[in-house]
């Protein structure tokens, strides 16, 4: 389960690639489980230390007011576009869509689609109003 020499992973690929290779990674409290636990090599447990934070965010789930339910990460990554200054619409053509794009970075748009329907979710989310 080596990454790739000189590459920089992320958290989402980490993940992917986990679960591609079996295992199944969740949150217990404030700890970061993986099963089988007789598979990670100790280069796997390096891995996961460092990405630990991430790979919380994105396994934890929030369920809001009028039961929406969803990811931590997504939840951050709304506020944090708001805080910018874009506006997250959700758009049937393509779940979400956010304005300005001129203003948007690569790692920006990685993140959009990698969330995008629950960025969607959360645009139509009225507080309130059961999901």
């Given at each position: ?57 994105m396994l934890t789930y929030v369920t809001l007011k009028g039961g929406l339910v969803a990811p931590l990460a997504a939840l951050r ?55």
């Open positions: 389960m080596a990454g790739h020499v000189g590459q920089v992973e992320s958290a989402v690929d980490l993940l992917d690639r986990l679960r591609a290779d079996g295992f199944d990674l969740v949150v217990a409290g404030d700890r970061l489980r993986i099963r089988p636990a007789d598979r990670v090599s100790p280069e796997l447990k390096d891995e996961l230390r460092q990405r630990r934070d991430e790979l919380v965010e990554l709304g506020w944090e576009l708001e805080d910018r200054g874009f506006a997250v619409v959700a758009d049937p053509a393509v779940y979400v869509r956010v304005e300005p794009t001129v203003r948007l970075t690569a790692e920006d748009r990685c993140r959009i689609h990698r969330w995008r329907v629950h960025l969607a979710a959360l645009a139509e989310y009225e507080p309130g109003v059961p999901a």
